[in-house]
T-cell receptor, first 112, second 112 residues
Framework: DAGVIQSPRHEVTEMGQEVTLRCKPI?????LFWYRQTMMRGLELLIYFNNNVPIDDSGMPEDRFSAKMPNASFSTLKIQPSEPRDSAVYFC??????????FGNGTRLTVT | AQSVAQPEDQVNVAEGNPLTVKCTYSVSGNPYLFWYVQYPNRGLQFLLK??????LVKGSYGFEAEFNKSQTSFHLKKPSALVSDSALYFC??????????FGDGTTLTVKP
């Protein structure tokens, strides 16, 4: 089991650019979550999917943020246009039913 | 609404001494309670969970937690701390794993 795989590990971009973060969940898991971690706000749930369908996106901060899950093995989180305040570590996590979450190692995003 | 509080930003203990990291929660219905640990530049890792059953839950790396319904607490404990236990610890509560709400985290430092 390779675990949850996120790419890239680090992303540095300029304000106004589009950023795409990628996630491959653990095979067989039916829930996928996107979290954002910052010193100021801690760990925030942005959106989660069940069986590839978005269930709750109330944590998505603005329309600049969008997430998709085209199939059970892949999800993306897109920010367009990016802003410096989007700088954070973004985590993807997956789980099966009500089991504990398995987190990826995150993508550290820096927007200059 | 559900919430979780970790009243201590930092806990410092000497190696070999017992440790406690505190967590209190608020949730409607029966709670799902979790502890996760985060090492630098890594995602959160699951330690242990309480959903039902025995109030004393044993988890990974010698950690345990006690569910106390009357005090709405779920404190993390270990009888003898190791330097390698130094990390950031998160308590989480939810009525299902999808909508878990995380605390702000407690930094545990174990000194030799």
């Amino acid at each position: 089991d390779a675990g949850v795989i996120q790419s890239p590990r680090h992303e540095v971009t300029e304000m106004g650019q589009e950023v795409t973060l990628r996630c491959k969940p653990i095979s067989g898991h039916d829930y996928l979550f996107w979290y954002r971690q910052t010193m100021m706000r801690g760990l925030e749930l942005l959106i989660y999917f069940n069986n590839n369908v978005p269930i709750d996106d109330s944590g998505m901060p603005e329309d600049r943020f969008s997430a998709k899950m085209p199939n059970a093995s892949f999800s993306t989180l897109k920010i367009q246009p990016s802003e410096p305040r989007d700088s954070a570590v973004y985590f993807c996590a997956s789980s099966f039913s009500n089991s504990p979450l398995h987190f990826g190692n995150g993508t550290r995003l820096t927007v200059t | 609404a559900q919430s979780v509080a970790q009243p201590e930003d930092q806990v410092n203990v000497a190696e070999g001494n017992p440790l406690t990291v505190k967590c209190t929660y608020s949730v409607s219905g029966n709670p799902y309670l979790f502890w996760y640990v985060q090492y630098p530049n890594r995602g959160l890792q699951f330690l242990l969970k309480y959903i039902t059953g025995d109030n004393l839950v044993k988890g990974s790396y010698g950690f345990e937690a006690e569910f106390n319904k009357s005090q709405t607490s779920f404190h993390l404990k270990k009888p003898s701390a190791l330097v390698s236990d130094s990390a950031l610890y998160f308590c989480a509560v939810g009525t299902n794993a999808g909508k878990s709400t995380f605390g702000d985290g407690t930094t545990l430092t174990v000194k030799p």
